[in-house]
């Protein structure tokens, strides 16, 4: 009897992990490579019931727009998730200002791993969302918020659960995951009037004299028919990384998510990143020529019922097998 005690104990602790929510490091079922010979298998894979949590929890806080209080407390809950994964984690606390002189309370968010290597690589997303649904079909929903389950908290929701991973095993190369916030502010007759936060931090990174090999920004990557193109400004700055990660995806059998297209030249946070601070950066982002943005976009409609843990698990797995192949 006090054997089948120990037995269930044991059980259950390995079946947590230390959020209590998702299993730990075993690989789901269904992925690829769930079969025989599971010695062999690395210790991380990518769970998309783990990043679908992350998501749900930030989506829980209600809308995430800079200024409010709902904003300020999904901060704080990054910040002490990643607290829980990273080496060091460093917010930046700026009031930013938006195309109208709205003050926007903003919050980069800086999780490092090896934070002395030059060797490093930025993983980056925005957390904030967008006040107006003015993509909206009906114009009674223009003034209302966007809840962002994709548009902020699917790309944001893959880095946490990365995150959770190197906490279980380093990857080789330096990471720095990077949340920025004031993204999705912007208006259109207004130059530069999106991506706030991201400017921000490539004019004053978090370190003196910063540097990277190399970015990769994701913005919408949960949404259910997600396609991701190759974006313009992604293959001008950094085509070899743009084409790797393709290839990776390639090789996983996901070329019908990541489709060998050419994108739009879609002024995201990566914009800034090659623009400002000089560092080659991609973007994973749902948007191909014929289909546009998502229809879920900047809509009432942006919510968790939308998203597709596939596609999470397809996005992940590609990542986690990229960074964990580079030297
Ligand atoms: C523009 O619409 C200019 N850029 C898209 C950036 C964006 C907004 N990504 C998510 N929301
Ligand atoms: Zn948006």
Redesign the pocket.
């Given at each position: 009897m006090e054997k089948l005690i120990l037995f269930l104990s044991l059980f259950l602790l390995a079946s947590c992990s230390a959020d209590g929510s998702a299993n730990g490091n075993a690989v789901d079922s269904g992925s690829a490579d769930s079969s025989a010979d599971s010695k062999q298998e690395p210790k991380v894979a990518f769970n998309a019931d783990s990043c679908y949590k992350f998501m749900q929890k930030q989506v829980d806080f209600g809308y995430r727009i800079p200024s409010t209080k709902e904003h300020k407390e999904c901060g704080k809950y990054l910040v002490s998730t990643l607290e829980r994964f990273a080496d060091t984690v460093i917010t930046q606390d700026v009031t930013l200002k938006a195309y109208n002189g709205t003050k926007l309370e903003s919050r980069n968010i800086i999780a490092s791993w090896n934070p002395e290597s030059k060797n490093r690589i930025i993983l980056c997303a925005h957390w904030d969302t967008?006040p107006f649904c003015d993509e909206d079909p009906k114009a009674e929903n223009h003034k209302k918020p966007v809840l962002g389950a994709n548009?902020g908290a699917s790309g944001v929701g893959v880095l946490l659960e990365l995150a959770r991973q190197f906490s279980i095993k380093e990857p080789n190369v330096a990471v720095d995951i990077i949340l920025f916030d004031s993204?999705?502010y912007?208006h259109?007759d207004y130059h530069n009037s999106?991506c706030l936060g991201s400017q921000h931090w490539a004019l004053n990174p978090h370190v003196p004299r910063y540097n990277a090999r190399f970015g990769i920004l994701l913005?919408?990557v949960g949404g259910k028919g997600a396609r991701f193109a190759k974006d313009l400004i992604s293959s001008f700055y950094a085509n070899d990384v743009l084409e790797d990660v393709w290839k990776t995806a390639e090789t996983l059998g996901y070329s019908s998510l990541f489709v060998n297209e050419e994108g739009g030249s879609?002024?995201?946070d990566h914009y800034y990143v090659n623009k400002m601070i000089g560092i080659p950066c991609i973007d994973i982002l749902d948007y191909t020529n014929d289909e546009g943005f998502p229809s879920t976009w900047h809509t009432v409609n942006d919510t968790m019922e939308n998203i597709d843990k596939e596609v999470l698990k397809a996005v992940g797995n590609v990542l986690i097998t990229y960074i964990y192949n580079l030297k």
């Amino acid at each position: 009897m006090e054997k089948l005690i120990l037995f269930l104990s044991l059980f259950l602790l390995a079946s947590c992990s230390a959020d209590g929510s998702a299993n730990g490091n075993a690989v789901d079922s269904g992925s690829a490579d769930s079969s025989a010979d599971s010695k062999q298998e690395p210790k991380v894979a990518f769970n998309a019931d783990s990043c679908y949590k992350f998501m749900q929890k930030q989506v829980d806080f209600g809308y995430r727009i800079p200024s409010t209080k709902e904003h300020k407390e999904c901060g704080k809950y990054l910040v002490s998730t990643l607290e829980r994964f990273a080496d060091t984690v460093i917010t930046q606390d700026v009031t930013l200002k938006a195309y109208n002189g709205t003050k926007l309370e903003s919050r980069n968010i800086i999780a490092s791993w090896n934070p002395e290597s030059k060797n490093r690589i930025i993983l980056c997303a925005h957390w904030d969302t967008r006040p107006f649904c003015d993509e909206d079909p009906k114009a009674e929903n223009h003034k209302k918020p966007v809840l962002g389950a994709n548009d902020g908290a699917s790309g944001v929701g893959v880095l946490l659960e990365l995150a959770r991973q190197f906490s279980i095993k380093e990857p080789n190369v330096a990471v720095d995951i990077i949340l920025f916030d004031s993204e999705d502010y912007g208006h259109n007759d207004y130059h530069n009037s999106y991506c706030l936060g991201s400017q921000h931090w490539a004019l004053n990174p978090h370190v003196p004299r910063y540097n990277a090999r190399f970015g990769i920004l994701l913005d919408m990557v949960g949404g259910k028919g997600a396609r991701f193109a190759k974006d313009l400004i992604s293959s001008f700055y950094a085509n070899d990384v743009l084409e790797d990660v393709w290839k990776t995806a390639e090789t996983l059998g996901y070329s019908s998510l990541f489709v060998n297209e050419e994108g739009g030249s879609i002024i995201d946070d990566h914009y800034y990143v090659n623009k400002m601070i000089g560092i080659p950066c991609i973007d994973i982002l749902d948007y191909t020529n014929d289909e546009g943005f998502p229809s879920t976009w900047h809509t009432v409609n942006d919510t968790m019922e939308n998203i597709d843990k596939e596609v999470l698990k397809a996005v992940g797995n590609v990542l986690i097998t990229y960074i964990y192949n580079l030297k």
